[in-house]
């Protein structure tokens, strides 16, 4: 146990620079901020969520006190005692600073963020470009200041300068409701910062480039002549108009290829509901082709995990495609159902896992569109397989 705490000594907490979180054993961390500015943080684990707590700064805290303060905290929770509740009800936040309030407020939102990249990138966006704020008391943020932060990227990263002003407001409203602040938001766009700041004209939409429909059943004859798994991967991913990561992480207890169903968990759903996927005579063909050892259906290197996001996008390159994007595959079916056939719009659309309708509406089309479905997916299989 000696060996877990007290790893910091007081020359080391004065040379300690790099940001970022320092332990020094028994749930007691030195927090150096992007300023450099250094504060306590108690942090622990409770019904499987990260909690993190701030407790002084270091100015205020000595290392002694510091590890007497962890020491009554894992007392506390050895009780069974709430501890953020019981540290925060008798006194006021040791640390009101733009950078404590912005970490509260991620980790009690994170639950809610089902993407692991949006949630890392909320973290990265303001310790990144809202540093020169980061130790400010979160009630003396002003519009000047913000500004400060914005306008360097204003022009040459428009869609991060949108989401750190986004991202900067809601962390001060979360403020102000705390009462840790008053007045207005100095980030709020509409009759704030939309006078003082340009206007960001915002280009065309960009879509996936996709291959014309006509060019597909050529396609996946050269596509079918290659024998590396990527290339397998790409035709399973046009044959069911899924998904990149759909299909990459894929796995054989999904499949059940005697009723000639796919079901993707809605975990794995960009819209989190669970879709079944028909499976036509060729996805089946292909499925029992390829070995069935491992956990996923398309494996990488390592048998435990799945090929790369970009293997796809490489089968393509060596192609001599490039120009065409996998994703793109999805519009190119889009197009053949609604220019070449006369499936109605709603089963495309469902056949691409898109919402249609209402709720009560959707639970109906589930089942009954089904069959469908399948009549769809054996067509558009057929019309990849044509000479």
């Known amino acids: 146990m000696a060996k877990s705490i007290n790893r910091l000594s007081a020359l080391e907490l004065k040379r300690l620079a790099k940001p970022g979180l320092h332990p020094d054993g028994g749930n007691l961390y030195l927090c150096v901020s992007p300023k450099g500015a250094k504060s306590w943080r108690f942090i622990y684990v409770k019904s499987g969520k990260r909690i993190e707590l701030g407790i002084g700064a270091l100015d205020a805290l000595p290392l002694a006190k510091a590890r007497d303060k962890a020491a009554e905290g894992r007392k506390l929770?050895?009780?069974?005692?709430?501890?953020?509740?019981?540290?925060?009800?008798?006194?006021a936040i040791a640390d009101r600073s733009f950078g404590s309030i912005a970490i509260e407020h991620i980790e009690a939102h994170e639950p809610s963020w089902k993407n692991a990249k949006h949630r890392q990138q909320w973290r990265n966006t303001l310790t990144t470009y809202a540093s020169s704020i980061w130790d400010t008391p979160v009630d003396q943020v002003s519009v000047d200041d913000v500004l400060t932060m914005l306008q360097p990227i204003w022009f040459t990263k428009p869609e991060t300068a949108g989401r750190v002003r986004?991202?900067?407001?809601?962390?001060?409203?979360?403020?102000?409701?705390?009462?840790?602040?008053?007045?207005?938001?100095?980030?709020a766009w509409r009759g704030n910062l939309a006078l003082l700041l340009p206007g960001n004209k915002k280009g065309p939409k960009r879509h996936h480039p996709a291959m014309p429909f006509?060019?597909?059943?050529?396609?996946?004859?050269?596509?079918?002549?290659?024998?590396?798994?990527s290339a397998r991967a790409l035709e399973l991913t046009i044959l069911t108009a899924t998904r990149t990561s759909e299909v990459l992480k894929a796995t054989w207890s999904e499949f059940d290829l005697e009723a000639k169903t796919w079901t993707i968990p809605a975990e794995r759903m960009k819209a989190g509901r669970e879709h079944r996927v028909p499976l036509s005579p060729a996805a089946v063909s292909l499925l029992e082709n390829l070995d069935r050892t491992g956990e996923f259906v398309f494996p990488g290197q390592a048998q435990d995990k799945p090929l790369s996001n970009m293997s796809m996008e490489m089968c393509l390159r060596r192609m001599k495609m490039a120009h065409y994007t996998v994703h793109g595959f999805r519009?190119?079916?889009?197009?053949?159902?609604?220019?070449?056939?006369?499936?109605?719009?709603?089963?495309?659309?469902?056949?691409l896992a898109h919402a249609v309708g209402s709720a009560n509406e959707r639970s109906y089309r589930r089942e009954t569109a089904f069959d469908k479905r399948r009549e769809l997916m054996n067509a558009w299989a057929e019309y990849c397989s044509a000479d």
């Not at 050895?78 to 509740?85: A, P, R, S, Y």
């Open 77 to 91: 929770l050895n009780e069974g005692v709430d501890l953020k509740q019981h540290w925060r009800k008798p006194q």
């Open 166 to 187: 986004g991202r900067i407001e809601c962390v001060l409203d979360a403020a102000k409701v705390r009462g840790f602040r008053s007045g207005e938001n100095p980030a």
């Open 214 to 229: 006509g060019e597909v059943s050529g396609f996946m004859t050269k596509l079918r002549s290659l024998s590396a798994l």
């Open 331 to 351: 519009s190119t079916f889009r197009d053949w159902v609604g220019e070449a056939t006369d499936f109605p719009r709603d089963v495309a659309e469902m056949a």
